[in-house]
């Protein structure tokens, strides 16, 4: 009965490569996030996304592409790795304007 | 630009202690205020919200926070921390035409036993 599940929990890979997070939600809400937590557990938005629509892209390189094939999943790929995308990341997903409930996060080591 | 800025960094508390965490925020509109907590190796929950009404607002585990918004400021508070309180700490803020959190940089806290 997870609400807001993330795989893989953990991913290690090696710079050059390209790698996909999935999100999905079971809370039957429209708006879902991905957040980026550097080293430090300084958290900030990456993007968001409501009913499969993108109305947030901070500014993140190119080389992160959210997906969303519908409104329970919100993945996130990542080509060309580089060891500064070395981070937590996580989902997160609410009613507009309502708690945001986030996921267990997927640590992601570039090597 | 919206920001949070916490000023604590590390707090190194005794059980049965009392504990404040300072919380300001910039944002010239309506907010929406929130705290989360990070125990170790888990994802963020969420310990209290803000949205309107009662300035003073209780959470779980025995938390609570005031909003001053003559202060931009939403402090958190715990009479009597236990050892397992340790964790990290976010007070964050969304705009209520916003969507996303925007999140202070947050305060490690740890409990000795």
């Known amino acids: 009965d997870t609400a807001v599940s993330q795989t893989p929990k953990y991913l290690v890979t090696q710079m050059g490569n390209d790698k996909s997070i999935k999100c999905e939600q079971n809370l039957g809400h429209d708006t879902m996030y991905w957040y980026k937590q550097d080293s430090k557990k300084f958290l900030k938005i990456m993007f968001s996304y409501n009913n499969k629509e993108l109305i947030i892209n901070e500014t993140v390189p190119n080389r992160f592409s959210p997906k969303s094939p519908d409104k329970a999943h919100l993945n996130l790929h990542i080509n060309s790795l580089e060891l500064g995308d070395s981070a937590v990341y996580f989902c997160a997903s609410s009613q507009p304007g309502v708690v945001q409930y986030f996921g267990p996060g997927t640590r992601l080591t570039v090597t | 630009a919206q920001s949070v800025s916490q000023h604590n960094h590390h707090v190194i508390l005794s059980e049965a202690a009392s504990l404040e965490l300072g919380c300001n925020y910039s944002y010239g509109g309506t907010v929406n205020l929130f705290w989360y907590v990070q125990y170790p190796g888990q994802h963020l929950q969420l310990l209290l919200k803000?949205?309107?009404?009662?300035?003073l607002v209780k959470g779980i585990k025995g938390f609570e926070a005031e909003f001053i918004k003559s202060k931009f400021s939403f402090n958190l508070r715990k009479p009597s921390v236990q050892w397992s309180d340790t964790a990290e700490y976010f007070c964050?803020?969304?705009?209520?035409?916003?969507?996303?959190?925007?999140f202070g940089k947050g305060t490690t806290l740890s409990v000795s036993s």
């Open positions: 964050a803020v969304r705009g209520q035409a916003g969507t996303a959190l925007i």
């Open positions: 803000y949205f309107s009404g009662d300035p």
